[in-house]
Every structure is written in C-alpha cells, then in structure tokens.
C-alpha cells in the first residue's frame, strides 16, 4: 500500500525555519520523483521542490528559490523539505506527492500525502 505522511508543519514567526518530511512507504523511493506542493487558502496549489529518487537532481519554483533545500534519506525513505527566512505569504497546507517523471504538474502524480499546516505569522 503506497502511503505518503507529512509532518513537521507548525506556526513559526516570519523570519523563522521549518523542516518538513515526507515519510513514504509502499514503494521504492529509488524510481521515483518527489514533490513537495503547497495550497494556500482560496489559491491553487502549487509546486514548490521536487527531488529524484536517485540522483542529486532538484527542481526549485522561482517562489522559494535561495529560501528552500530539498533533500532525501533512502535508507529512512524520508524526503525533507528545509524552508528559511519564512514569509507570512508561505503559510499554506504542504503536500508531498509521487511522480514517476519529474514535473510541477498536478497530473503527473499519482499518490499523495494529506498535508501538514504550515502558519508564518507574528
């Protein structure tokens, strides 16, 4: 059973640091793509970082790039997401998702996970 579960989210000042993690299981982290979406209220969701499974390939959305790392553990199947100097405009449910290809399209992922609250307020 594929399964992905976020964690991490949490209220933080602006300014402030979160790590997130996306723990996954069901399937072999090595053949797959990772990306971390997130969705704000009443707006779309959006890519924010994908990673390869693999190899150290990364992608980075123009939005959070210079304030975003994205990194893996295979042999704890976990993939992070290291977000700096957060901004009030950054609070948003984030998601993980599985894609056999990498891309920031909704449609290329098949599994998801069901979200942590991200909340950068004063």
């Known amino acids: 059973q594929v399964q992905l579960v976020e964690s991490g989210g949490g209220l933080v000042q602006p300014g402030g640091s979160l790590r997130l993690s996306c723990v996954v299981s069901?399937?072999?982290?090595?053949?797959?793509?990772i990306t971390w979406f997130r969705q704000a209220p009443g707006k779309d969701r959006e890519a924010v970082s994908c990673i390869s499974g693999s190899d150290d390939t990364t992608y980075i959305a123009d939005s959070v790039k210079g304030r975003v790392t994205i990194s893996r553990d295979n042999a704890k199947n976990t993939v992070y997401l290291q977000m700096n100097n957060l901004r009030t405009e950054d609070t948003a449910v984030y998601y993980c998702a599985r894609s056999d290809h990498p891309s920031f399209g909704l449609e290329a992922h098949d599994y998801w996970g069901r979200g942590t609250q991200v909340t950068v307020s004063s």
């Open positions: 069901g399937f072999t982290l090595d053949y797959y793509f």
